[in-house]
């Protein structure tokens, strides 16, 4: 596609559902980077991947969240069990590859926990 | 790990002025820094990416500095107008050990009134 997509844009759920975020990044990009935007607070890194691979979770807040990336390309980040502070914006962006080249970012998607 | 300031945090302008914003970061160690507007409830748009090896980098009527060894950059708005109205970031992509990610600061806000 022309930019990165993120599915859906805006999700309510409930406490304690599960909920899956996907983000299909520019096609060809090698790195894909998960941020978390909380109303009034900087960007947190959540997670980085090359290729398929992520060479470090640690920047996930708790057990209860993971991503995958198969195929190099499309990620899901799911959350288990959500919690009203999962509440946030969660930001997709990928770039050509890690070192060097612009990263773009999609629009996010708008979670809220009710 | 990667501390990202930026300063100041809000900015209020009348139209026409040129206006400096201004990022510093704590390690130096960094591929490139990368300069972001972000519009309330929209994801972050790329204006500007400056390689570790370059000091300066111009789109139209914005310019971006970078003395990597001190650790700062700063994003020059000429005769500014109501739509750069927005939320700037910036943020410096690691090179080494697990400074491997984009780290940004909080932003600055800024407002240019007509």
């Known amino acids: 596609g022309a930019g990165v997509s993120q599915s859906p844009s805006n999700k309510v759920t409930e406490k304690g559902k599960d909920v899956e975020l996907r983000c299909d990044p520019i096609s060809g990009h090698t790195a894909l980077y998960w941020y978390r935007q909380s109303l009034g607070q900087g960007l947190e890194f959540l997670i980085y991947?090359?290729?398929?691979?992520?060479?470090?979770k640690s920047g996930l807040p708790s057990d209860r969240f993971s991503a995958e990336r198969t195929g190099g390309s499309v990620s899901t980040l799911t959350i288990q069990r959500t919690q009203q502070e999962d509440s946030a914006v969660y930001l997709c962006?990928?770039?050509?590859?890690?070192?060097?080249?612009?990263?773009?970012f999609g629009q996010g998607t708008r979670l809220t926990v009710v | 790990k990667q501390e990202v300031t930026q300063i100041p945090a809000a900015l209020s302008v009348p139209e026409g002025e040129n206006l400096v914003l201004n990022c510093s970061f704590t390690d130096s160690a960094i591929y490139n820094l990368q300069w972001f507007r972000q519009d309330p409830g929209k994801g972050l748009t790329s204006l500007l990416l400056?390689?570790?090896?370059?000091r300066e980098q111009t789109s139209g009527r914005l310019n971006a500095s970078l003395d990597k060894s001190s650790g700062r950059s700063t994003l020059y708005i000429a005769a500014s107008q109501p739509g750069d109205s927005a939320t700037y970031l910036c943020?410096?992509?690691?090179?080494?050990?697990?400074?491997?990610?984009?780290?940004f600061g909080k932003g600055t806000l800024l407002t240019v009134n007509p």
């Open positions: 400056i390689q570790s090896s370059q």
């Open positions: 962006a990928s770039s050509l590859q890690r070192m060097s080249t612009e990263a773009f």
């Open positions: 991947f090359q290729g398929n691979s992520a060479p470090d």
């Open positions: 943020a410096p992509l690691g090179s080494g050990g697990s400074n491997y990610k984009l780290t």
